[in-house]
């Protein structure tokens, strides 16, 4: 079948064209083996690409920033099937201050708001560490800031199965198959965060209860498809962020995963996930697109 991969910043945003190649280079060649057909835009004229392109496909993933991942995939809903997650739970991840307190109110451990002294500040509809700091200054627009969490930051891949027959705009986000446990590199420089990448898969004494913790996040949210959900470990398992979308980690996932990412996410898009996955030796990965297998 034809599969429409349609990545944004290759042609939209220079910095962070290296992550996206990489991100797209891994698909495109998981989905090949698969025995698809890959097609991607071919311009920098994002939608239009989109809308030409997405009628004469089988399927379509958007991997986009987060503020404009759920615009983009309800032009893929309209026009084929999508294999990412739906259009309306993305919107709800991309609002960072609702998401939280979404979270919170099913009982998920999240940094408390914060209005005054020192505290991490974040757009609340920016995407991953940009312009992410630490700092007693007022929230900027758009931004709102957070209790800054001391602990290990550490990342949960997964892939949501879709609830075939659901009719419903909203995904139900029920059976959420764990890729891996991924150790984030996220360094603070001059007041800011900056995310440079990480190791997979990585063990834990409490794994169980940081992947339990994921799931029901993406769960809550709804999520389908290939997710990544952000937590420090400390007292407790904060959940500081939630990627409906394809993330970095799966350049290293794929390396060390013996199914193909790409046959995972179709199967999940119709309801269908493998109980698990299998996972051989560790790798390292960067926002540059390298990969090493340690």
């Known amino acids: 079948?034809?599969?429409?991969?349609?990545?944004?910043?290759?042609?939209?945003?220079?910095?962070?064209?290296?992550?996206?190649?990489?991100?797209?280079r891994t698909l495109s060649r998981?989905?090949?083996?698969?025995?698809?057909?890959?097609?991607?835009?071919?311009?920098?004229?994002?939608?239009?690409?989109?809308?030409?392109?997405?009628?004469?496909?089988?399927?379509?993933?958007v991997i986009a920033p987060d503020h404009l991942l759920a615009g983009y995939t309800r032009i893929i809903e309209q026009a084929t099937h999508n294999l990412g997650c739906g259009s309306m739970n993305a919107a709800l991840c991309a609002n960072k201050q609702r998401t939280a307190a979404v979270l919170t109110q099913h009982g998920i451990a999240v940094?408390?708001?914060?209005?005054?002294?020192r505290k991490v500040i974040k757009e609340i509809r920016g995407c991953g560490t940009h312009n992410m700091r630490l700092?007693?200054?007022?929230?900027?627009?758009?931004?709102?800031?957070?209790?800054?969490?001391?602990?290990e930051s550490?990342?949960?891949?997964?892939?949501?199965?879709?609830?075939?027959?659901?009719?419903?705009?909203?995904?139900s986000g029920r059976g959420m198959l764990p890729l891996a446990l991924n150790r984030q590199r996220v360094t603070l420089r001059?007041?800011?965060?900056?995310?440079?990448?990480?190791?997979?898969?990585?063990?834990?004494?409490?794994?169980?209860?940081?992947?339990?913790?994921?799931?029901?996040?993406?769960?809550?949210?709804?999520?389908?498809g290939y997710v990544g959900v952000d937590v420090v470990v400390a007292d407790r398992i904060y959940v500081v962020d939630v990627n409906p979308r394809i993330t970095t980690?799966?350049?290293g996932i794929a390396a060390v995963m013996q199914e193909e990412v790409a046959g995972i996410i179709v199967a999940a898009s119709r309801g269908e996930t493998p109980e698990s996955v299998h996972l051989t030796g560790r790798a390292r990965y960067d926002t540059g697109g390298r990969v090493e297998r340690l």
Not at 1 to 24: I, N, R, S
Not at 43 to 55: D, K, T, V
Not at 159 to 167: C, K, L, Q
Request: proline share 7%; glycine share 12%.
């Open 111 to 117: 940094p408390g708001e914060r209005t005054e002294g």
């Open 30 to 61: 998981s989905f090949a083996r698969c025995g698809h057909d890959v097609v991607s835009p071919e311009s920098g004229n994002f939608e239009a690409e989109i809308r030409r392109l997405a009628p004469v496909c089988d399927m379509g993933l």
């Open 154 to 171: 550490l990342s949960v891949s997964l892939v949501g199965s879709r609830i075939v027959g659901e009719a419903c705009l909203y995904y």
């Open 249 to 251: 980690s799966i350049t």
């Open 1 to 24: 079948m034809k599969v429409l991969l349609a990545e944004y910043t290759v042609f939209c945003d220079p910095h962070l064209a290296p992550e996206g190649e990489a991100m797209l």
């Open 190 to 224: 001059d007041g800011f965060f900056r995310y440079e990448g990480g190791e997979t898969p990585v063990d834990h004494p409490r794994k169980e209860e940081i992947i339990a913790t994921a799931a029901q996040a993406a769960t809550v949210l709804g999520c389908q």
């Open 135 to 151: 700092s007693e200054e007022e929230p900027g627009p758009g931004e709102f800031g957070q209790d800054y969490i001391e602990g």
